[in-house]
């Protein structure tokens, strides 16, 4: 018979996990405060960075944002489908199911039609709890490959930056080398036109180091961010994992299923027998086939030896 187990189960905000993103980026805001030309003590670092390549630069940067604004909400849409399953429980008015619980909000109104209440409760059975986990899995994963498809972007860009300033800078110290063979002249002249020719190849360098140092960053960023939603997703997956076990209809042996399975052990060993038996007389059969092979070809035998005596 099938016995279900009725509990509340008390759902966790993702709010603590919203808090640590955004005290990490305060944090983060902080420090580039201190290094910016308002802070007490000021520096130029961050600006000169972001000048020698403005424009990878302020796409790094835009990358960086939007991530930042993806992670944040990809923690807050837990949110709804919490108030929904709280509604749910409290069989109060819905609220409009979110996409995340899309598959299960759908599979649970329809389990809780009135032809097909179980009392005040709703019971599912194994597979389709499986079912509705896969499905909310499912769309966690793919909310995350698309987080950390932010993330590999900054290195991406980071690395892009780090290869365009080295290509500027070797063919700019080429550059200069060509010209000061040229121009010839005396050595105090060629070292100093050595030194005002490098400066142009020297903001490669620039180039390089700066968007490495904002594409690196930006991913260290949002790595933390991965991390704080990934979680927030997990106690959100196993909130759902336990309400819908406490759904889940658990079958459980009687005495009609003891019967049933001596029943069923009964069968078993008649048929065993009869197959042992069947075995035994095709056995036997064989053997009598056998014997009689050997008789015809013994008297086959004796035939053409008399042939070949005549």
């Known amino acids: 018979m099938a ?8 759902f966790i905000e993702p709010g603590r996990y919203i808090l640590n993103m955004l005290l990490f980026l305060t944090a983060a805001s902080a420090v580039v405060f201190y290094l910016s030309p308002w802070s007490p003590e000021p520096s130029t670092l961050p600006v000169d960075a972001f000048n020698a390549n403005r424009a990878l630069n302020g796409l790094i940067l835009f990358v960086l944002f939007f991530g930042i604004v993806y992670y944040l909400r990809a923690a807050g849409v837990v949110s709804p489908a919490i108030r ?11 609220p409009r199911a979110p996409i ?35 499905s909310i899995g499912t769309r966690m994963d793919e909310s ?17 930056g780090t290869f365009w300033g080295l290509i500027a800078t070797v063919n700019g110290v080429a550059a200069v080398i060509g010209d000061l063979a040229a ?3 005396e050595a105090e002249d060629a070292i100093t036109q050595l030194i005002t020719n490098l400066r142009a190849p020297l903001s490669g360098m620039g180039v ?10 930006g991913s260290l960023v949002l790595g933390f961010l991965d991390l704080q939603a990934s979680q927030a997703h ?7 994992e336990d309400w819908l076990t406490g759904m889940t209809e658990a079958r459980v042996s009687g005495p009609r299923s003891s019967s049933s399975l001596d029943a069923g052990a009964d069968g078993f060993s008649g048929l065993e027998a009869a197959f ?14 056998m014997a009689e092979l050997k008789d015809e070809i013994r008297a086959l035998n004796r035939s053409i030896i008399r042939a070949g005596k005549e």
């Not at 429980?89 to 819905?94: E, F, G, I, K």
């Open 100 to 134: 995340l619980i899309g598959a299960m909000a759908r599979y649970l109104l329809d389990a809780d039609e009135p032809e097909k209440r179980d009392g005040r409760r709703v019971v599912l059975t194994p597979e389709a709890t499986r079912a509705i986990l896969d």
């Open 208 to 217: 390089a180091f700066s968007s490495s140092l904002f594409g690196l960053s």
């Open 276 to 289: 042992a038996a069947n075995t035994e007389a095709l056995i036997k059969a064989q053997a009598g086939q």
């Open 144 to 160: 995350r490959e698309t987080g950390r498809y932010i993330g590999s972007l900054l290195v991406f860009l980071g690395l892009l």
């Open 234 to 240: 997990g106690q959100f997956y196993s909130d759902i």
């Open 84 to 94: 929904w399953a709280e509604a749910f429980q409290d069989r109060a008015r819905l």
């Open 183 to 185: 121009s010839g002249g």
């Open 3 to 10: 016995r279900t187990i009725e509990r509340r189960v008390r």
